[in-house]
């Protein structure tokens, strides 16, 4: 499909069906039946906005989790003033 794709040839079900069919390549490839599941697993491109969007809030939640424990960790150790506990929170 790569090669396909490099030689800007379509990369649908039934091309890719021909060129693995023509290669004798079907059962190195898990047989026609796999083959054939591919469009139902793989993400169409028409929703790449909404992926973008999954992907983007969890990396949001991944830099409050980071954050949180970063402050976590300043609390926890005792050292540090209430003050600039605060402003440290604020700024993280």
């Excluded at 990369?11 to 004798?24: F, I, M, P, Q």
């Excluded at 059962?27 to 993400?43: A, H, K, R, S």
């Excluded at 402050?71 to 402003?87: F, H, K, S």
């Amino acid at each position: 499909m790569v090669g396909m794709a490099e030689a800007n040839q379509p990369v649908e079900l039934l091309s890719v069906l021909e060129r693995v069919s023509t290669a004798g390549m079907v059962e190195d490839v898990g047989g026609l039946g796999y083959i054939q599941t591919l469009p139902n697993n793989v993400p169409s491109t028409q929703n790449l906005e909404y992926y973008a969007d999954i992907v983007s809030k969890h990396a949001i939640a991944r830099r409050l989790i980071e954050g949180v424990r970063a402050i976590e960790g300043q609390a926890r150790g005792g050292t540090t003033e209430l003050d600039e506990l605060l402003d440290f929170a604020e700024k993280t």
